[in-house]
């Protein structure tokens, strides 16, 4: 059951460095039984490392948790120039950024989450097809 407040209607975006401890500690104020907890973020070193993997444990002792994240379909193009120098050298960046999302997706599942990386095109199908999956191998 989702339970949608009268109050999110006056909610206005911001740009602002997300609070893991903070979103942590009222999902487990709030939801008195396990749910499944859905993080859209970046696979980022600072998000990851710094804001998200210490507030996790916490969360994920209790609830089911997947963290989406959109990836850049434009990396793995760039992987594969080697026309010239400035294509392999962007060829390396981009084969080393698409390595270190690897790495924190790595170590987001050690932590116990699921983790969804995907394209701008698929990225609400797989982030549907995750909670499809949860819920029919019973992991809800």
Do not use: N, W
């Not at 790495?103 to 050690?110: I, N, T, V, W, Y």
């Amino acid at each position: 059951m989702v339970r949608i407040s009268a109050a999110m209607a006056l909610v206005e975006p911001v740009l602002a460095e997300a609070d893991h401890h903070a979103i942590v500690s009222s999902v487990l104020r709030t939801a008195g039984r396990h749910c499944l907890v859905v993080l859209f973020t970046e696979l980022a070193p600072a998000v990851v490392e710094e804001g998200l993997l210490p507030a996790l444990p916490a969360l994920t002792a209790r609830h089911t948790v997947v963290v989406a994240a959109v990836s850049d379909p434009r990396l793995t193009e760039l992987t594969a120039g080697r026309g010239d120098v400035r294509a392999i050298y962007s060829a390396a960046a981009a084969g080393r950024a698409l390595l270190r999302r690897r790495q924190l997706a790595g170590l987001l599942r050690q932590h116990g989450a699921q983790v969804v990386d995907a394209p701008p095109p698929t990225y609400a199908a797989a982030v549907t097809d995750a909670y499809l999956t949860l819920k029919s191998t019973g992991g809800l």
